[in-house]
């Protein structure tokens, strides 16, 4: 099994970037998606979300608007989305799959927004 994320990097704010969740060795068709984030001091927090297979999607208030999240299922992946960034979204980028009995994290991503 993996989950591998990629597509962080430094970017100014009020630029755009774009988070890939990649995923091997289980159903990725049968399993909820959702990217979380952790800044520095503070506590994993839910960034977005997509249902199975591919249904209906949710966000923190913090990104709302900003930020979209979609799958491919034919690629066995995940994508964030992420305009208008602010220097309060930099943190490292955890994608979760989560199925009815199993739950996989990636390894992360560091996003950082900064002039």
């Known amino acids: 099994v993996q989950v591998v994320e990629s597509g962080g990097g430094l970017v100014q704010p009020g630029g755009s970037l774009r988070l890939s969740c990649a995923a091997s060795?289980?159903?990725?068709?049968?399993?909820?998606m959702t990217w979380y984030r952790q800044a520095p001091g503070k506590e994993r927090e839910l960034v977005a979300g997509i249902t199975r297979p591919g249904g209906s999607t949710y966000y923190a208030d913090s990104v709302k608007g900003r930020f979209t999240i979609s799958r491919d299922n034919a690629k066995n992946t995940v994508y964030l989305q992420m305009n208008s960034l602010k220097p309060e979204d930099t943190a490292v980028y955890y994608c979760n799959a989560r199925g009815r009995i199993t739950d996989y994290w990636g390894q992360g991503t560091q996003v950082t927004v900064s002039s």
């Open positions: 060795g289980f159903a990725f068709v049968n399993y909820q």
